[in-house]
Nanobody, 124 residues
Framework: QVQLVESGGGLVQAGGSLRLSCAAS????????MAWFRQAPGKEREFVAL????????DYADSVKNRFTISRDNAKNTMHLQMNSLKPEDTAVYYC?????????????????WGQGTQVDVSS
């Protein structure tokens, strides 16, 4: 089992920044990748960014490229999402997830563990 706990959400004005964190505990040694997904009211859960735990390579959704940066601290089993130039359309509940899979990692169904989510609200 892997436990994930997010923190860092909140309310920010458009153009502002927030930093989300995800602390992982438990049997993390088998995790291949971790990711952030988000879900806005009435919309499907969507991929935001992922990081492969061993090599550190990353992928981003087109909608957040050049604005968001995902990173990890292996020693602390912690992942971060630095969100800059936030837009109202970034408003959502943001979820941290961990996967044993090595393929199709933009698909939420590939993830084995999820955090409880943290709310991000961006006002215009």
């Amino acid at each position: 089992q892997v436990q994930l706990v997010e923190s860092g959400g909140g309310l920010v004005q458009a153009g502002g920044s927030l930093r989300l964190s995800c602390a992982a505990s438990g049997r993390t040694f088998s995790v291949y990748a971790m990711a952030w997904f988000r879900q806005a009211p009435g919309k499907e859960r969507e991929f935001v960014a992922l990081i492969r735990w061993s090599g550190g390579s990353t992928d981003y959704a087109d909608s957040v490229k050049n604005r968001f940066t995902i990173s990890r601290d292996n020693a602390k089993n912690t992942m971060h999402l630095q969100m800059n130039s936030l837009k109202p359309e970034d408003t959502a509940v943001y979820y941290c997830a961990a996967s044993y899979s090595t393929i199709k990692l933009v698909e939420w169904e590939r993830y084995n563990y999820w955090g409880q989510g943290t709310q991000v609200d961006v006002s215009s």
